[in-house]
Antibody, heavy 117, light 112 residues
Framework: EVQLAQSGAEVKKPGESLKISCKGS????????IAWVRQMPGKGLEWMGM????????RYSPSFQGQVTISADKSISTAYLQWSSLKASDTAMYYC??????????WGQGTTVSVSS | QSVLTQPPSVSGAPGQGVTISCTGS?????????VHWYQQLPGTAPKLLIY???NRPSGVPDRFSGSRSGTSAYLAITGLQAEDEADYYC????????????FGGGTKLTVL
């Protein structure tokens, strides 16, 4: 079964760093883009960026460029989303999804990130 | 302000049909980039409903259909059922926004 398994919920303070993960299984991880999507409380979906794990080619939405870093370790079929200095406005649910020509066919279960002093 | 514009809400009675629009521009939908649609039930991850403008993944009822014309795309739902009550999002890519993905703002479907 094709799956994306995300890391667990995080509670952080402003200014702290964070790296969340998304592990793929059941398919060739290096042959599909992995996208990250933000959903702030009570709001819609926002496309953040995506990575091609085969060569780490990465694209960012202009809204998120410089705010987060997307990376991947193909040896363990895992993609990452990281922040160097969290803000309260980073509080949201973050989803990873397998992005292909058939859209985002497979989604992770989501990782809740709460940032509060 | 989303790059793709959707109505915030639509509603219909059980058995009726509704259509949700997704309006973009010449740099995304109008440039020929595919539109995908997602359904998000409360408290769950989004689910792919329509891909490549008109195609349904296996398991999606044929009550759901997609179309595209010019700079807009449409999701039609016929024979509304209570379980269709959810948020619906369109998604495409934009050639000017660093070739990044873009979502519509989402449409809340209420089944009356």
């Amino acid at each position: 079964e094709v799956q994306l398994a995300q890391s667990g919920a995080e509670v952080k303070k402003p200014g702290e760093s964070l790296k969340i993960s998304c592990k793929g299984s059941g398919y060739s991880f290096i042959t599909y883009w992995i996208a990250w999507v933000r959903q702030m409380p009570g709001k819609g979906l926002e496309w953040m960026g995506m990575i091609w794990p085969g060569d780490s080619d990465t694209r960012y939405s202009p809204s998120f460029q410089g705010q987060v870093t997307i990376s991947a370790d193909k040896s363990i079929s895992t993609a990452y989303l990281q922040w160097s200095s969290l803000k309260a406005s980073d509080t949201a649910m973050y989803y990873c999804a397998r992005q292909g020509s058939h859209g985002m066919e497979v989604w992770g279960q989501g990782t809740t990130v709460s940032v509060s002093s | 302000q989303s790059v793709l514009t959707q109505p915030p809400s639509v509603s219909g009675a059980p058995g009726q049909g509704v259509t949700i629009s997704c309006t973009g521009s010449s740099s995304n939908i109008g440039a020929g980039n595919d539109v995908h649609w997602y359904q998000q039930l409360p408290g769950t991850a989004p689910k792919l409903l329509i891909y490549g403008n008109t195609n349904r993944p296996s398991g999606v009822p044929d009550r759901f259909s997609g179309s595209r014309s010019g700079t807009s795309a449409y999701l039609a739902i016929t024979g509304l059922q209570a379980e269709d009550e959810a948020d619906y999002y369109c998604q495409s890519f934009d050639r000017y926004l660093s070739r990044s993905g873009v979502f519509g703002g989402g449409t809340k479907l209420t089944v009356l």
